[in-house]
């Protein structure tokens, strides 16, 4: 279910909405949509957000749903402003923002965005694991994107890809960082990535993966 997207995507100019009939009679708010404890449900609406913008196509997510409206959209009322006084939600709108400037400067997340040549399943075969990765494309090999996503409340660490075409060397993105009320415990300042067959160059990288999130190589 989670690849069915992909099967279908190049029919069409694709959007992927959140709109407001998700938001109203009793579907709940995007945050309350997430299973977990206070913490958990931050963490994984800020990876459906990175799986969502690292998605290939245009984005369209209602007004509240960036800083995690608590209550259902109400057409009589304005938004709850209040709620950015508190850590968790101000630092999930500055999530979005962020992935707003990801996709805004990195080639490989529009150039190609409704193009086939835009994206590549790298790894669906850990679903026990629940760990996803796939590519995003530009039109120049050194502008491709690897997106990994720990869709678990567990750590992995020292997880091995096997990737073709590049290397991937700097962690650009990762929803646990601190600056979006993650825990900072888990990142890569230095991502591993060692060359296995310099004839079909293939890498295999190694990078530590934090609980319920996304990141972005380059």
Request: net charge neutral.
């Amino acid at each position: 279910k989670f690849s069915f997207s992909m099967m279908y995507y190049y029919d069409e100019n694709f959007m992927l909405p959140l709109s407001h009939d998700e938001v109203v009679h009793g579907k709940s708010p995007m945050l309350y949509k997430m299973p977990g404890d206070e913490w958990q449900k931050f963490a994984n609406l800020r990876l459906l957000y990175t799986y969502m913008w690292t998605h290939p196509g245009a984005k369209l997510l209602f007004m509240g749903s960036e800083f995690g409206q608590t209550s259902e959209w109400n057409y009589k009322s304005e938004l709850q402003w209040e709620l950015l006084q508190f850590d968790c939600h101000r630092l999930l709108k500055q999530c979005v923002s962020d992935l707003n400037g990801i996709l805004k400067k990195e080639p490989a997340m529009h150039i190609n965005q409704f193009s086939i040549d835009g994206f590549e399943w790298v790894d669906l075969n850990h679903r026990a694991e629940s760990v996803i990765v796939y590519k995003r494309k530009g039109k120049k090999k050194g502008d491709d994107l690897l997106v990994i996503l720990n869709m678990t409340p567990v750590v992995r660490n020292d997880w091995e890809i096997e990737v073709s075409g590049k290397p991937y060397k700097v962690e650009i993105f990762n929803s646990d960082q601190t600056i979006y009320w993650g825990t900072g415990d888990v990142y890569n300042p230095d991502v591993r990535c060692e060359l296995i067959d310099k004839n079909q160059k293939k890498y295999r990288v190694t990078v530590n993966l934090p609980a319920l999130a996304g990141i972005i190589l380059k």
